[in-house]
């Protein structure tokens, strides 16, 4: 499908700078909103479009490409607390939401700026670092970010470094954590959601499969 009015090098590149990125002065995550004009289908054509170029820009800079640890759909009415997706130990978070009248709002909290910068958290906080947080949220308050203007009836996509601190140091993730402020079952929250993996191997052949699926499928998980 044609990706119509995204320029989607520039977006990448953009993207590439914050997200993957090696040192806390970049934000760790994008929020892009794509507007009302769109449809479903469109969506997720600008997220695999985005997927790939962002993988040829991995390639260049870190000699390693992006090959997907999921694509799903899902209707997301359920409150999460702080953490990182299951994945390898550098991936990326792509979440494509689609106009919902459920009100929710969406959390980043830079866990990797709290512990350089918090006293009280040395080196031993990455060390027995867990995928959840379990701790008191006030102690990451200073190092969390609310998405602005979340529940506008528009087409979104936010892209997360989902990387694990416990196993690599050189793509620092951040936590994410969503909030259903009223759930309401007779109403819908898609959710378009796909991880993709920084590795050295080449899947491209099992990748495309993946995205013929993604891209044209019906099926929302529960």
């Known amino acids: 499908m044609e990706v119509k009015e995204v320029n989607i090098k520039k977006i990448a590149k953009y993207c590439l700078e914050n997200v993957f990125r090696t040192n806390t002065d970049l934000p760790g995550f994008v929020y892009l909103d794509f507007g009302e004009n769109r449809t479903s289908p469109e969506l997720r054509a600008i997220m695999v479009a985005l997927k790939n170029e962002l993988s040829t820009f991995t390639l260049k800079k870190f000699n390693k490409e992006l090959s997907y640890h999921w694509l799903v759909r899902f209707d997301q009415q359920v409150s999460t607390p702080f953490h ?64 602005a203007s979340f529940d506008k009836p528009t087409y979104k ?46 899947n491209n052949i099992e990748d495309q499969k993946k995205e013929h699926a993604f891209l044209n499928t019906d099926i929302i998980s529960k």
């Not at 979440?95 to 918090?118: F, R, T, W």
Request: glycine share 2%; hydrophobic share 35%.
């Open 84 to 147: 990182l997706d299951n994945a390898e130990n550098q991936s990326f978070l792509m979440l494509g939401y689609q106009p919902s009248e459920v009100e929710s709002e969406l959390y980043i909290a830079d866990y990797h700026k709290y512990a350089n910068e918090n006293k009280e958290a040395s080196e031993d906080y990455l060390k027995n670092f867990t995928p959840v947080f379990k701790e008191d949220e006030t102690i990451l308050k200073p190092y969390i970010t609310k998405l």
């Open 157 to 202: 996509i936010v892209i997360i470094n989902n990387s694990n601190p416990k196993q690599s140091r050189e793509t620092l993730g951040v936590f994410h954590k969503a909030k259903i402020v009223k759930p309401d079952l007779n109403k819908s929250r898609i959710v378009n959601s796909m991880i993709f993996n920084m590795l050295s191997k080449d």
